[in-house]
């Protein structure tokens, strides 16, 4: 948390969505017209995802999620289409460029996006810092000229070319009607952010009508003739150099000030910026959701905490905030997962899930409904098994569906689907084993399952055993209606929505899973049913295919799987931990020890974490080069790119050296930073501070000190006060609830209406639309509620104001943080 003294606010943005298909793309020119391509999702020019290569499609479908923090600042979000290249480079297809400004636009929804060109011109990133001054000048006749001074001081921020830091130069051109001079820095090597400081002086032509003033003024004619225009290159040797962006600004803006210095955001080149045809080359279906959350620092979200923590506490359950906020927002499925992480960090979940099922069950006339609908209990219960279940799934699911992607053996059983040459006796046994190994896994999986998740199953069963005394097969339907059908079945088939497989799988795979996910579903629900399940298929290929299952065998396993997760008592245990991935993937990591700079102390090496340790690997499933136990690593931290000249670069300090990785973008090294900052938070001997270069050829580059075990010069970063094995900001989650709250002003005042209503009339107004699809159980406590849901999120608004102000008042339009968009000419 943040000093009060020195409150921070923190922004913080999100990014999830889905690259659904593409179609009518154009055709490969040559005898193969058709070739293999994949999506790309890049933050101005830096790819930070790519999809799998779907094959020789002109409409292929994709299907794959993605979700990550943004860590820096960006202007467009692009997708783009390639074509796979064969002994050559990949081939753009076309791309779909969307403003940062425009995300809201297509937020929450699918839309088809029409493919651009891919215009070399128009793919630029980074800012430059510019200076520019204009001073009379007498020549050696005695006569007054002026003279036009611009300073490029540094970039930020360049891309990558061909995946490393870039030779960049610039070009400094006052342009007129009359004249276009131009001027050229030194070039820069192997960087990404380069430092300048260079001065040019143009001499400018005063009109005939000039008189000598004792104050210098620029007159209006001339301002509007003439513009400075700056462009970056990157330096090619001996081929034509690439474009890196540009920006123009006029000399209006020394109208009233004697110099202007401002960060200007590169843009594309005038025609990179024309529209060209797009018909013929396709579309790409995507959908988005852009979050960007401005977070107070914690002491001002207590009102608001406290407030939901009690909903668990409150009587009846529908008058507490946590229900009227899922009550406003019931068609926005993503207003539950905030309360629910906000309850299961504070360990308040298990109690407000049990009141808000026992209220659901009060409304269920029939056992063989139970927990079917989209309420909020199963909506709750959902999001609760994804968030705390996701190791729970990685250990039962992950290799046996590894396995089965790997072989990928045939398993259509439908006689309409079957290929000529399918043999569907064979088809049958291999997806006879297939299941049977899923199954297999998930019914000896109980001593895996979360506590958390076994004590809501535990009150779901008691519940449903209460409601409905007469029916023996409650107890376990209550519960296999969650674990097989929401969480198990789901699971297995999008594998990759659940970090459980890279990639969507292709299309014969993913039948499989479809196969295989229904019969799991269906097994999981003999153990809840009465009568023979095999009587209720409507496919008789599935009626003839359940046949090969021992069903009195498969009942047994499923309820003591059942009785097994939902009791309450303690678990044996092994007593040793197991060790888990959190995070692994390919990375460039420098040798450890070396003194001296050079590009073959960096290699290609396989960084994994788990809950034990770090370790990098020549190849995934290769034994371990080096490994450093979690409980030695001191510090994480981000390092300059003035150490190596490579950026995303971080470094993991530790007890024996200092380890220097650089990570594929700046997605993957801001994730890599953090997830290592938690788990290693609380470890002992933690660092203070750090040196944010290297010590390289007798010294460290940052501070100049010359002794290797010299203290560091910057303090290390503070990490968040977050649950690390569920990864819960909690001061984030109240602001998004805060944000809910706001959005839905309206909604909230017509339940307050509602409520008022009820209780001036004594009881409910079933006539009234507005308020049916309201659920209160008591007016005045609802009512009440509602006020101080009022109270703390009105505050809260000043306090958002507040902070605001004093952001726009310090961070000046043309800073580093807030640097000018598009022509200075056209910001005037």
Known sequence: MAEEDDPVLRTLQSLRGKICDAKNLLPYPGPNKMRGCFCTVSLDQEEVFRTKVFEKSLSPFYGEDFYFEIPRTFQYLSFYVYAKGFMQRDLPVGKVAIRKEDLSKYSGKEHWFSLQSVDPNSEVQGKVHIEMKLNELITDNGSVCQQLVVRIIECQGLPL?????????????????????????????KTSSPQFDETFYFEVTRSSSYTKKSQFQVEEEDIEKLEIKVDLWNNENLVQDVFLGETKLSVKVLR????????????????????????????????????????????????????????????PISASAAHVLCDICRERYEAVLPVVRLLLHYNKLVPFVTAVAELELEQTQEANTI????????????????????????????????????????????????????????????????????????????????????????????????????????????????????FYAVAVLSPHSFHLRTH????????????????????????????????????????????????????????????EISSTGSKESSGVEESLILKEGEVHKRAQGRKRLGKKNFKKRWLRLTTRELSYHKQPGKEALCTIPIKNILAVEKLDESAFNKKNMFQVIYTEKLLYVQANNCVEASEWVEILSRVSRCNQGRLTSFH??????????????????????????????????????CDRETERIYSLFTANTLKLQKLEEACATIAVYQGPQKEQDDYSHFTIEDSRETFNTIKHIREVTEKLLEHHETFQKKRSTSTKYGSEDNPIVGKSSQQQ
């Open 161 to 189: 070319i061909n995946g490393q830091s870039c030779d960049p130069y610039a070009t400094v051109s006052l342009v007129g009607p009359s004249r276009s001079d131009q001027k050229k820095t030194k070039v820069k090597k």
């Open 256 to 315: 009233n000030d004697s110099s202007h210095q401002a960060w200007y955001l590169l843009q594309p080149k005038d025609n990179g910026n024309k529209t060209s045809k797009t018909d013929d080359l396709g579309s790409l279906r995507v959908s988005l959701t852009y979050t960007e959350d401005h977070v107070l620092p914690s002491n001002y979200y207590i009102s608001l905490r406290d407030l939901l923590l009690k909903s668990p506490d409150c009587k």
């Open 371 to 486: 927990f079917r609908g989209n309420s909020l209990a199963t909506r709750c219960l959902d999001d609760m098994m994804k968030i705390v279940g996701k190791r729970y799934l990685t250990v039962t699911l992950k290799p046996v569906l590894d396995e089965i992607c790997e072989s990928n053996k045939p398993c259509e059983i439908d006689p309409i689907k079957l290929k000529e040459g399918d043999n569907v006796e064979v088809n049958k046994e291999n997806l006879h084993q297939y299941v049977q190994k899923v199954f297999n896994s998930i019914v000896h999986s109980s001593m895996s399952c979360p506590t958390l998740m076994c004590d809501v199953f535990n009150a779901l069963r008691q519940m449903a055993t209460k409601r409905f005394p007469g029916d023996p097969h409650v107890k376990y339907s209550a519960v296999s209606s969650f674990v097989f059908l929401r």
């Open 504 to 563: 969507h799988p292709d299309a014969q795979m993913s039948r499989t899973l479809t196969l295989i996910s229904k019969t799991i579903q269906t097994l999981g629900s003999w153990g809840s049913l009465s009568k023979n399940k095999l009587s209720s298929f409507k496919e008789t290929y599935m009626y003839d295919f359940f046949k090969s299952f021992q069903e009195e065998k498969c009942i047994e396993e499923v309820k003591r799987f059942l009785d």
């Open 692 to 729: 944010t270069s290297a010590y390289v050829c007798g010294s460290w580059l940052c501070c100049k000190a010359t002794s290797e075990t010299h203290a560091g010069c910057k303090p290390c970063t503070a990490t968040m006060p977050a649950n690390i094995q569920l990864d819960i900001d």
